[in-house]
């Protein structure tokens, strides 16, 4: 497979630039490398999934992205500017918001607390951002005022989705967000997430349920052993007799 090409290459000055470019990366924690070279890339406006088997380095790309893991080599660009190697606090300002698969609400605070929490950046919160948030997320409203960790599992993850949203990020990073729910809310943080795209926001998620997320998604990726297997749109993936014998259960 084909690498993405860079920004100043002709290829993407004819064609729409994307988001962001992950370019052969390689990296991983401590000395071990996870990503072997991994290349994707995300396009305004767009869901992209990234699926594959336990191990495959999915997770850890997407850190990779959020400054979390080394890379080693390779580089990592948002609208064209190179963010390899850069702090998550700089990459946040630059419009990246990133939520963890686990420990990724405060528990002790209300969801309006938490959504507060999550402006840190702004000087004042209006009453218009939170709106906002409760217009995707209508199950919190009548919930602004519990403790988040006496919500249902769906619930905090609404929670820790709309507190990454409150600061109007270009790209949403998601980490396994349906891990542990039921199908009920499994099918509604997907609808959520087409809603958020819908508002112009570009969202990026690692997925287990490899089937469900293909479905929704625009475009997706596999990976395995830290590298690119396939790539295409979720729909053309499902559709892959190959894909679906060696990562989707036949």
Same mark, same amino acid.
């Given at each position: 497979?084909?690498?993405?090409?860079?920004?100043?290459?002709?290829?993407?000055?004819?064609?729409?630039?994307?988001?962001?470019?992950?370019h052969?990366?390689?990296?991983?924690?401590?000395? %071990?490398?996870?990503?072997?070279?991994?290349?994707l890339?995300?396009?305004?406006?767009?869901?992209?999934?990234?699926?594959?088997p336990?191990?495959?380095?999915k997770?850890?790309?997407?850190?990779?992205?959020?400054?979390?893991?080394?890379?080693?080599?390779g580089a990592?660009?948002?609208?064209?500017e190179e963010?390899?190697?850069?702090r998550?606090?700089a990459?946040?300002?630059?419009?990246?918001?990133?939520?963890?698969?686990?420990?990724?609400v405060?528990?002790?605070?209300?969801?309006?607390?938490?959504?507060e929490?999550?402006?840190?950046?702004?000087?004042?919160?209006?009453?218009?951002?939170?709106?906002?948030?409760? %217009?995707l997320f209508?199950?919190l409203?009548a919930?602004?005022?519990?403790l988040?960790g006496s919500?249902?599992?769906?619930?905090?993850?609404?929670v820790?989705?709309?507190?990454a949203?409150m600061?109007?990020?270009?790209?949403?990073l998601?980490?396994?967000?349906?891990?542990?729910l039921?199908?009920?809310?499994?099918?509604?943080?997907?609808q959520?997430?087409?809603?958020?795209r819908d508002?112009?926001v570009?969202?990026?998620?690692?997925e287990?349920?490899?089937k469900?997320?293909l479905?929704?998604?625009?475009r997706?990726?596999?990976?395995?052993t830290g590298?690119?297997?396939?790539e295409?749109?979720?729909?053309q993936?499902l559709?892959?007799?190959?894909?679906?014998?060696?990562?989707?259960?036949?």
């Amino acid at each position: 497979m084909n690498p993405p090409p860079l920004p100043n290459s002709p290829t993407v000055a004819k064609a729409h630039q994307p988001l962001l470019i992950m370019h052969e990366v390689r990296g991983g924690y401590g000395d %071990a490398d996870i990503l072997h070279g991994v290349s994707l890339t995300v396009n305004p406006q767009e869901i992209v999934v990234i699926v594959g088997p336990n191990g495959a380095g999915k997770s850890t790309a997407m850190k990779a992205v959020f400054g979390l893991v080394k890379v080693r080599s390779g580089a990592i660009l948002l609208a064209g500017e190179e963010i390899t190697g850069w702090r998550p606090d700089a990459i946040v300002r630059r419009g990246v918001s990133f939520v963890p698969q686990v420990r990724n609400v405060f528990a002790e605070m209300t969801v309006q607390e938490n959504l507060e929490m999550g402006a840190f950046l702004s000087r004042s919160v209006r009453e218009e951002e939170f709106e906002r948030i409760y %217009a995707l997320f209508p199950d919190l409203k009548a919930k602004r005022h519990a403790l988040a960790g006496s919500l249902s599992g769906g619930q905090r993850q609404m929670v820790a989705m709309g507190r990454a949203l409150m600061l109007q990020p270009k790209l949403l990073l998601l980490d396994e967000p349906t891990a542990g729910l039921s199908p009920k809310y499994m099918e509604q943080i997907f609808q959520i997430c087409r809603n958020v795209r819908d508002t112009g926001v570009a969202i990026l998620l690692v997925e287990q349920h490899a089937k469900q997320a293909l479905a929704f998604c625009d475009r997706g990726y596999v990976l395995a052993t830290g590298t690119n297997r396939y790539e295409g749109t979720g729909q053309q993936l499902l559709n892959d007799p190959e894909i679906a014998q060696m990562f989707l259960g036949g």
